[in-house]
């Protein structure tokens, strides 16, 4: 009998142990070593050999290192769920004894701030990093070689145990993100922060909220208290709405960051801006403002960009947002504007560009703004796989980086294929086939992989109600897009799948609503 959901809580637990120690689906040709994704820069493990976590095993840190500690109490959360079972998080001393997991920035290899190396021996295990983020993600690895049933919060067999071998890792690019849109179908915190758990699971590093849509605003400022009020107040259908307050957006850029994930929030101008336009009508050409809008088309809205108090507004949403949102970045939109001349949105883009910069953050904006004159260091999101790229290899020539999102691969709103219910086709549909076999540094014309920043994975939210529909769309495809942006050039597919595969128990086990592409050979 399979493992599913509708089995006995024991029958589900001997499938995960399984799982665990057997974890590649069986199928025909060679089998991956092993079932990490992203898959490791280098990775040699020995199946004859393990490190078993005992009642004795302790987590052992740095002295006077408090990351590490943290961490280290994360990984003793993840090993135990009780008071028994979960081991003590102590200092390191002289003499570290046997049966102890290490978490140490001594001696690490020159991997970056972001590299590791996660060592095993029947002895013990070390995690060598030379700064915080690597030790995290060195200790997401190991998480991913213990049981499946470690993610489980009630309770799972003991001992656990690794296989004894060496990795060593580093990402391939700094930015390796993805993208919520809560404007069209709110998200509240909680949910957000579920998705920002899985995605640091997969070692990616930048959450991308898109805050504002013709649908609705989702970000207190303090300062124009209507935006969320009245522009909050309802989503796509019709249906009531939602924001974040200050505090709780600031409780969510805190979450995010112990995760080493950095929030990027978005604030789309000039276009995409109905639920502003109908909270305050002198943004407003006219001063008259529209009603509030629920339906999915593009394009129709506009600031007043001949207007000064267009300016102090956008000056003020800046202002209030960088208080809460500590990361460097902000993301201006700058698409699909259609009721501008070209004149007035170079205009616009070249002005709100400064008012960002005074307030000390870096410019982020799709890939219409490489049309416009853009500061050095402006990223550009390029997300029209046939739109731009003449101009974006210009921008990139005159200091700007790319952020690769083509829509008809890293799109997870795309549906799968056509009996999809959720999603959307306009840029085709995208298998989880289609979402991994494609590579940043071939995408544009012109612009080599020096000029990359990295890759994000966008989820629009026009059909989108629910976590469980955001996490449908996004699950098994983001994985993917977290492997294209870390591991090594030259991934095989035929292979991936097969890692994939062996995820299904541990996504069963966390409770994530993942579509089971037919074209992946599941671990049931």
Same mark, same amino acid.
């Given at each position: 009998?399979?493992?599913?959901? @509708? ?19 069986? *199928? ?59 081991? %003590? ?48 993600? #060195? ?14 919060? %009630? +309770? ?43 995605? +640091? ?94 339906? *999915? ?56 560009? #400064?008012?960002?910069? $005074? ?67 306009? %840029? ?12 940043? $540094? ?44 870390? @591991? ?15 995820? $299904?128990?541990?996504?069963? $086990? ?15």
């Amino acid at each position: 009998m399979p493992c599913t959901r @509708s089995a006995s809580p024991a029958l589900v637990l001997a499938c995960l142990m399984l799982a665990a120690f057997w974890p590649m689906p069986r *199928t025909a040709g060679a089998q991956p070593a092993h079932a990490i994704i992203p898959a490791p820069v280098r990775a040699e493990l020995d199946a004859g050999a393990r490190f078993e976590i005992t009642p004795e095993t302790t987590v052992r840190y740095e002295p006077g290192n408090a990351e590490a500690a943290r961490i280290g109490v994360f990984l003793a959360g993840l090993i135990g769920n009780t008071a028994e079972t979960t081991p %003590a998080v102590l200092p390191a001393e002289a003499e570290i004894p046997a049966g102890s997991i290490v978490l140490t920035t001594q001696g690490a290899a020159a991997l970056g701030d972001e590299g590791y190396t996660l060592t095993i021996t029947p002895e013990r295990v070390t995690v060598q990093a030379a700064a915080p983020a690597g030790l995290f993600y #060195g200790v997401q690895t190991l998480r991913q070689l213990l049981p499946p049933a470690l993610e489980y919060t %009630a +309770a799972f067999p003991q001992p656990l145990w690794v296989p004894a071998g060496r990795i060593e890792d580093r990402p391939r690019f700094a930015w390796r993100g993805a993208m919520l849109d809560v404007a069209r179908h709110f998200l509240g915190p909680d949910d957000v922060k579920r998705y920002i758990d899985l995605m +640091a699971l997969y070692k990616l590093n930048r959450l991308h909220l898109h805050l504002s849509d013709d649908q609705g605003w989702r970000i207190e400022i303090p300062s124009w208290p209507n935006l969320t009020t009245y522009g909050g107040s309802t989503e796509v259908g019709g249906h009531p709405g939602g924001y974040y307050t200050q505090a709780a957006f600031a409780d969510l850029v805190r979450y995010a960051r112990e995760r080493y994930i950095t929030v990027v929030p978005e604030i789309d101008v000039p276009g995409h801006i109905n639920a502003a336009l109908a909270a305050y009508p002198e943004l407003n050409c006219d001063d008259a403002a529209p009603p509030l809008y629920t339906g *999915t088309e593009v394009g129709f809205s506009s600031l007043c960009v001949e207007k000064e108090i267009t300016y102090r507004f956008f000056d003020d949403v800046v202002r209030d947002l960088v208080a809460v949102a500590e990361g460097p970045y902000f993301h201006i939109g700058g698409d699909e504007v259609e009721t501008l001349s070209a004149e007035q949105y170079a205009r616009f883009i070249e002005r709100v560009q #400064g008012i960002v910069a $005074a307030h000390g953050k870096q410019v982020v904006g799709w890939d219409e703004v490489a049309e416009t004159d853009l500061r050095p260091g402006t990223l550009v999101q390029h997300w029209r796989p046939d739109g731009s790229q003449e101009a974006i290899a210009e921008a990139v020539a005159h200091g700007a980086r790319v952020i690769v999102s083509p829509a008809n691969r890293a799109y997870l709103d795309m549906k799968y294929d056509s009996t999809t219910v959720l999603g959307l086709q306009w %840029a085709g549909l995208v298998s989880v086939h289609d979402a991994y076999t494609w590579d940043p $540094a071939d995408e544009i014309d012109g612009v080599g992989e020096d000029a990359i920043i990295g890759v994000e994975a966008p989820l629009w939210s026009e059909t989108l109600g629910t976590r469980a529909d955001f996490e449908f769309m996004a699950f098994p495809r983001l994985p993917g897009i977290a492997e294209i942006g870390w @591991s090594p050039p030259g991934r095989d597919w035929s292979e991936y799948r097969v890692r994939l595969g062996a995820h $299904a128990p541990r996504w069963v $086990a966390l409770g994530v609503n993942f579509y089971r592409a037919p074209s992946v050979p599941w671990v049931e």
